[in-house]
C-alpha cells in the first residue's frame, strides 16, 4: 500500500508541475518498456538514483544508473 501511495503521489506531482507550465525538477522520466506482458517505468531522481515502478505501483529496484541498466538487462534476458 505504502508503494502504490508513493506511485500515486509521484504522478501527482508530475501533473501538478506540467499543469503550472513547468519541468520537473526531482524527478524525470529515464526510461519504459515491457517485459512478459508487463509495464516499467523508471524514473531519474534529483540525487542520481533510480527508482524502477512496475505497472502494479510497486518499486521493485533502487539503486544508481549502472546498476538500474545492468538490472533491465537481467530482467530482459528473461523474457520468452
Known amino acids: 500500500m505504502i508503494e502504490v501511495a508513493l506511485w500515486t ?3 501527482e506531482v508530475i501533473v501538478m508541475l506540467e499543469d503550472q507550465g513547468r519541468d520537473p525538477k526531482l524527478l524525470r522520466l529515464l526510461d519504459s ?8 517505468e523508471a524514473y531519474l531522481l ?5 527508482m524502477l515502478i512496475d505497472e ?4 521493485i529496484f533502487f539503486g544508481d544508473d ?3 541498466f545492468h538490472y533491465k538487462r537481467k530482467l530482459a534476458s528473461k523474457a520468452p
Open 9 to 11: 503521489h509521484t504522478q
Open 33 to 40: 518498456f515491457w517485459v512478459n506482458d508487463r509495464y516499467y
Open 46 to 50: 534529483a540525487g542520481g538514483k533510480v
Open 56 to 59: 502494479e505501483g510497486g518499486i
Open 66 to 68: 549502472k546498476e538500474y
